[in-house]
């Protein structure tokens, strides 16, 4: 089961007060339901809910069934193109109109509203029974395991999606929308506020969930980082003892080390003998007690000896790597 699956089947098991009941349902009728289409009853005062998701079918007819009182029916059916998938629809056969009424979901022409309802905005409850309704009805979620956070409530219009974004807001949940092929989105793309929004409209085993994934994602991330940094340091720390050694070895054999000043040459013949050790050891096991910076200089130099006798001798300088900084990097 997806994430997005896992969030809806928790939502449509959570127990609502009256008044949160009919907010909910509110926000399902916007989404999923349809006005008189009922051809077998006349036409015209019928109400169908549908959806693909039998949990959902089930919380939309526990829904309904107290207002219904002439009773309700359940189809359901199978699409005939793309995943095939079952669609459940529940049916109302009369009093569609009167129900929508009730419910303030019509405006003066008998059209269905698309904004949130007065009886939800400003009742915390309420509001918050009606996002779950919006995310249940046409939500999705990115399994936080995923390569991005993305939440998101689609609409039919740019009305019921600024609807939605306004409620949102005032929560501090900072969703934004855009336009889509078909309606418009309502989405958040950061994780904390995924987690909020989960919180706010109920999904709390599915908000630890996704907490925790995040909590080990982020570490994990870190911990890249790092071991990257490492690497890159490390790369260049061999690189420079690489061609520290190609260097010294150039001298011994197209000049002799005994040619070098004497300071030199110590630094050379122990860089020979010990190509494994860090500037730091090196330095100690010279006589004169050389800092670490002064070794440096004295590798410098000998670079440069190196440099010269190429040049006189027409011997070529050897590939540096691809950022070409080998020949500053010491450590
Ligand atoms: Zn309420």
Redesign the pocket.
Known sequence: MSFAAQVKKELTQIA????????ELTALIQHCGTLGTDSESGGADSLHLSTENAAIARRMYTLLKPLCPQGLEVLVQRKMRLKKNNVYVIRMRRGGHDLLHSLDLLDGDGVLLQTVGVR?KG???????YLRGAFLAAGSVNDPDANSYHLELASKSRAHADALWELTQAHDLRAKVMERKRGFVLYMKEGEKIIEFLGFIGAHQALLRFEDVRIVKGMRNQVNRLVNCETANLNKTILAAVRQLDNIRLLDEELGLDQLPVKLRMVAEKRLQYPEMTLHELAQLLPDQVSKSGLNHRLRKLDEWARKVRVERGIPEPAQDDDGDSARVYN
């Open positions: 609502n007060k009256p008044c949160c009941e009919r907010a939800v009742r915390s409850c309420c509001e918050r029974a």
